[in-house]
């Protein structure tokens, strides 16, 4: 259904995409995680815990 | 800029670029529907009309709930206080949209004259519903609506249903109820066949005249209503509080961002070059529809830069206003999101770009009538 | 009525009358694709015609499931605004990749599925069918990873100056165990309720003695598929009943109607009349061991009777008072260092102290008095979880025996043989749906008083709109609802009736 030549194409796009994500990941997820609230807030909030 | 800044602006053009998405790929099965009753006489006819869309039109409609999805996901302030501040036009809406799955699939399972004509007016009013709706929601959205919150962050509003359908709302509502229906003519005009294609092809230049002078009356009233504007700095970046800042009102204050930024001024000639070239061009049908994609693209791309950074205003306590700089998502959950829009959106227009291919070719009353699949 | 009780039926109207057409497009759409995979694989022609039958079938229902799946996507802002405000940064999302992942996916290839079937080759068509129903499922995994976490909020903490919960890990999000086990015992219930449509509509054309190749072969994939299908929504049942034990020690207690703790390993009540007023339950008939090895998959653990845990929530209510007042101190002064590590230490109850909203205004005034009533308010409605629960479950064995039967005999190719088993199957037809919304009675009546466990209550969680618009929207929505609901049961039961001959064209070499 799809000429060889878009097979190229679609590789290149991936590429592109996987770039962009990596990219996403390091200028954005990253230095908006937030440190876990310890072990002891979590157990405190869950009630029977 | 830091990042938090960077991401709501790019969530504002992702909204931007998804409400778009809905009214480029669903505006042209709304629009379809709304011309049904008048470009389809026959019952074949009809039936050509609703094939046309019959493969193609639940996946545009999911444009439609990512917006929802993606404007709870991004904004959900705006989400909520919209929603709820809108409701009773969110309800007629629903109603509308909810009689359409069933329209497309009950209609022509039954012989029954009667009954297929309630589904198909049934259709037509879940095209010309949304799509009015859709524009006097925006028209709102410039005028600002009343609404403020307390302490807890929890809205309080007078909006009505009657205060949403003032005048200028309403104008709004006929801009995009045209844009959509001249949109639906251009696709018909591309996809059917015989006397539908050629009574498409006429609306393609009713709506198009009906859209232009519409288009423009907005557009000069629109000088006419008080803009908003935020005073003095606020931080792009600072935690999503609307109470923080203090806004005034501005005469003609809805042309500043264009006035400040002349290549604006693009989205202009985008509304009103694709409705010239897609008139035009009927005759290259495929040509037409992409000029005529132009039109939603253009018209949401003026107004939302117009608006900027204003998301919905409030009349009652303009401090109150929801803007992009107070109204997102935290920025882990926009950051996760942008992820999952580059992951996912690429993959979606490939796979959808695939169905059309698969079922390209106009539908001819051949096809509808010897078919035990057909619509 | 008020706006609360308006919008939480509103609510559980439209998404129980939205599940009554989920789960067979969930079961339905694997079936089409097993189906049609042995059509590829041996060319007949008679499994073309399954597949065409039972896919008029299932776009009619498909049709219904995307009706009023659009009214849930909105309902939350229209209905639970201030609930889209407070949780919308984590619970947003799963409904926007929702949307991204699974809609887009079997939106878009329905279409090919109905009318591509002369444009593409067997295997294209095939992996369009797949994909379909790769969709839904995709589909039912967002939503429920939303739903678990109105359950078991995980990886997500309470930001004092936006006034509302906010994400801090998702992969915590994603791989709550409340949302990977609620997500395979609904998807399999969903199988459950596809196979036995095939199975019980296939039997009565047995009985009828018509359609006899095609009836057998539908028979054959439903009861293989049924089977393991039934016996995976009991495990995940188990699991479910786990992380509960582990997460939601409330829900378990009043399914139980279990009010004061046992020692360990605790019995199951299999039968019991619970009596509200005096917190205890009469004429029980118990299985000892089976609740403690369920809930805790231990034989010292024990679990928490309904008495004990309110007893430890007015603790809970008394530290989220506190949490509520820092809470205004540091609205009030947002740059005091010390207020906001004075609120860390008491915000993880600060949904409890929300709970006093519903018996004062100002819950910083909150009298011991109040605080025993807000206490007494998480006990969820205790007699119709008990039977809810063991309806679903007595009809969830029923599935297993039933399958397992009509395994053996379509192993043995005795599926005509036995009138009365085809009687049962027959009359078995509307029981996956009773269980369904049994379950979904559970699972969301279970975890009142609250919208967000330990977090945000119900009551607080609606817009402020007009209870009459509500009330207007709720008539609508039934009279809409109840229309359509006729429009669909109408069709199916023609085309039913009708049978493949009639409805699909029937190619030449077919039986």
Redesign the interface.
Known sequence: ?FPKTVRRD?IL?LCI?AA??TL??F???K???????DAR??A?????G | MSEYEILRLIWWALLGILLIGFAVMDGFDLGTAALLPFVGRTDTERRIVINTVGPVWEGNQVWFILGGGAIFAAWPMLYAASFSGFYLAMILVLATLILRPAGFKFRSKLENTRWRTFWDWALFAGGIVPATVFGVAFGNLFEGVPFGFDGDMRMHSTISLLGLLNPFALLCGLVSLSMIVFHGASWLNYKASGMVKMRASAAMLYAGIAFVVLFTLAGMWLGQIDGYQIVGAMAHDGPSNPLLKTVTRVPHGWFANVSAHPALLLTLFAAYGGVVLAVLLRRFPGYAMLCSALVPAGTIATAGAALFPFLMPSSSEPGASLTVWDASSSSLTLAIMLGCVVLMLPVVIAYTTIVYRVMRGPVKASDVEDSHSAY | MDIVELSRLQFAATALYHFLFVPLTLGLSILLGIMETVYVMTGKAIWKQLVQFWGVLFGINFAMGVATGITMEFQFGTNWAYYSHYVGDVFGAPLAIEGLMAFFLEATFVGLFFFAWDRLSKIQHLMATWLLALGTNLSALWILIANGWMQYPVGARFNADTMRMEVTDFMAVLFNPVAQAKFVHTVSAGYVCGSVFVLAISAMYLLQGRYKEFAKRSMTVAASFGLASALSVVVLGDESGYTAGQNQKMKIAAIEAMWDTEPAPASFTLFGLPDLAAHKTNYEIKVPWVLGLIATRSSDQVVPGIDQLVDQAKGHIANGVLAYRTLQQVRAHPKDAALRTELDAHVGDLGYGLLLKRFRPDIENATADDIAKAAASTIPDVPVLFWSFRFMVGIGFWFIALFAVAFWFSAKRQLDRYRSFLWAAVLTFPLPWVAIELGWIVAEYGRQPWAVVGVLPTALGVSSTSASNVLFSLLGFVIFYSALLVADIYLLQKFIRLGPQETIELPEDAT
């Not at chain 1, 230095?31 to 609230?37: H, M, N």
């Not at chain 1, 405190?44 to 029977?48: C, F």
């Open positions: 259904m679609v796009l995409k962009a994500l996403i990941y200028l954005f997820i230095p908006a995680i937030v440190p876990e609230p807030t979590t405190a909030h869950l009630i029977g």
